[in-house]
């Protein structure tokens, strides 16, 4: 008698949802649906100057787990109808209190049922546990995949880093954004955000122009579990950077995972590489999610 083999269901075309910000600002939040009924919602933000379009791999594969996937498009690449330069500029406030927002309430209304993640990717990974910890009773969780906090002392390079972010303000000052494409860093990103950023980096301390929160103890006071993914060989973000990022949410439940090249069947796991194989993160994300569900 043979074994029965279960193949997962096929999950139907992504769809893009348009979402208008409070200020005029258009993007389409890409959602991936699984073949059935949703167990969870993931709302996931990209790194810094990636189009979610890159991200339908990793919603594909987690959708075969039954999970449905919310990409944002950050203001300024892609589906965005804002491109950073002298005349358009934003911060981490506009991402927070306006883009975000309109994002995710367009993939609730999609979604209603399941209930809802944040994640992301490197600063996007930031970026959504700054939402969340502005608005606790949304999210019944984080993931953090190759994200860390970028304060300069938890890096080998650290002292080359200070310099960096003390050069980065000041090249997007001069030039009306910071030319990411041409330095090979992130896109050409607004000056606030990387004024924003930068400010991080040196400090260790998350804030946002424009916006008088005290992020710090917004974070301290999150109670939710978190998942913390590192790739390898990713030096982007060694283990003390994941840990400081962590570190910032001291009540809620951690848990820190390692992705090998092995697993990648790769000559390396870093920053990036990971997205052109997906599937093991996917995996380790899926079982995540449904250990929280079980609780």
Request: glycine share 10%; aromatic share 8%; charged share 20%.
């Amino acid at each position: 008698m043979s074994a029965t083999v279960s193949i997962p269901a096929t999950p139907p075309p992504c769809h893009a949802l348009p979402a208008v910000a409070v200020d005029g600002a258009r993007a389409e939040v890409m959602l991936q649906r699984p073949a059935g009924r949703a167990t969870q919602l993931l709302y996931w933000v990209p790194a810094l100057g990636v189009a979610a379009k890159h991200y339908l791999p990793l919603a594909q594969a987690l959708a075969t787990h039954g999970i449905a996937v919310a990409i944002h498009e950050w203001r300024g690449i892609g589906s965005s109808n804002k491109r950073a330069g002298r005349r358009e500029d934003w911060g981490y406030r506009e991402l927070l209190e306006d883009d975000l927002p309109a994002g995710i309430a367009v993939a609730r209304a999609a979604v209603p049922h399941a209930p809802l993640y944040l994640g992301g990717h490197s600063l996007g990974a930031q970026i959504a546990s700054l939402y969340t910890s502005l608005h606790p009773e949304e999210a019944a969780g984080l993931l953090a995949v190759a994200s860390g906090a970028p304060y300069w002392r938890q890096f080998p390079q650290g002292r080359l880093l200070w310099f960096a972010y003390a050069l980065a303000p000041w090249l997007a000052r001069l030039v009306g954004y910071l030319p990411g494409r041409r330095i090979g860093f992130g896109g050409n990103e607004a000056r606030r955000l990387i004024d924003d950023w930068a400010r991080t980096g040196r400090t260790g301390r998350y804030a946002a122009v424009g916006m008088g929160i005290d992020f710090e103890a917004a974070l301290g006071r999150l109670d939710l579990p978190v998942l913390g993914l590192r790739l390898q060989d990713d030096w982007l973000v060694p283990e003390a950077s994941l840990s400081w990022l962590l570190g910032k949410v001291p009540r809620g439940t951690h848990t820190q995972q390692v992705v090998t090249a092995a697993e990648l069947d790769s000559d390396k796991a870093d920053h990036f590489r990971w997205m052109k194989t997906p599937w093991p993160v996917a995996t380790r994300m899926a079982a995540w999610l449904e250990a929280q569900s079980t609780r």
